[in-house]
């Protein structure tokens, strides 16, 4: 039996010319999670992220917070989607980088209609892999995870990887996947039990570290 911890990574920076990039909140974000972690006496037997900076900067941050250190696996499939693309496919026109509350409806209402035209086969994002692909570099790290490991294993990725990691266990439509997606909060953790047979979800985008009056400033969405 384990325990499979998803986290997504701390605030990146949305509208900057690298979104990759976790900004300086990203960054006490993650260093808050793995003083949480620290406090409760958590240690992982093993760890998993994608190749994204701001995947690598999280693990990096929750190592920081936790005082440890850890040998992890990289796993290219559990890096997220392209969203401009994923845009692109359904908006083919000049695309403004969001700086208003407005921009940000209009930049998530086109997310939410791409996405659903990728998820469901209408089209194809440019220089992407199809859905079917995609969804399969994310189910075969939790194989991965379910047959070779047991006790506390971290993995650290996106919010589209992770909804869709939650939507495969629970067996959702692709509707409730994506508004699983858009509400993940950065640093959120879901939690999985797993043995060699399944997957159970246990919690689903919780932020203890965040929950104390000197950090509820601290939560975003992006």
Same mark, same amino acid.
């Given at each position: ?42 240690? @992982?037997?093993?760890?998993? &992220?994608?190749? *994204?900076?701001?995947? =690598? %900067?999280?693990? !990096? /941050? ?71 692909? @995609?969804?399969?570099?994310? &189910?075969?790290? *939790?194989?991965?995870? =379910? %047959?070779?490991? !047991? /006790? ?71």
């Amino acid at each position: 039996m384990g325990q499979l911890y998803l986290v997504r990574h701390g605030q990146a920076s949305l509208g900057a010319d690298d979104y990759d990039q976790l900004s300086p909140l990203g960054a006490l974000q993650a260093q808050r999670l793995g003083e949480h972690w620290r406090a409760q006496g958590l240690r @992982f037997d093993a760890v998993f &992220t994608g190749t *994204l900076k701001r995947h =690598r %900067q999280t693990f !990096q /941050g929750i190592m920081q917070g936790l005082g440890a250190s850890h040998q992890e696996t990289l796993w290219p499939g559990l890096n997220e989607y392209d969203s401009e693309a994923v845009i692109r496919s359904v908006h083919p026109g000049p695309l403004i980088k969001p700086t208003t509350p407005e921009g940000y409806r209009e930049h998530f209402r086109l997310l939410r209609q791409g996405l659903k035209a990728w998820m469901t086969g209408q089209t194809q994002p440019e220089g992407m892999s199809s859905h079917k692909a @995609f969804l399969q570099g994310i &189910t075969s790290a *939790l194989d991965h995870i =379910r %047959q070779q490991h !047991q /006790g506390n294993v971290l993995l650290v990725s996106s919010g589209g990887p992770i909804s869709m990691a939650v939507g495969h266990v629970l067996n959702l439509e692709v509707d409730s996947i994506i508004e699983l997606n858009l509400r993940l909060r950065n640093s959120a953790v879901c939690e999985f039990n797993f043995n060699p047979k399944r997957h159970s979800l246990l919690s689903f985008n919780t932020i203890p570290h965040l929950e104390t009056p000197s950090h509820k400033e601290w939560v975003t969405y992006a």
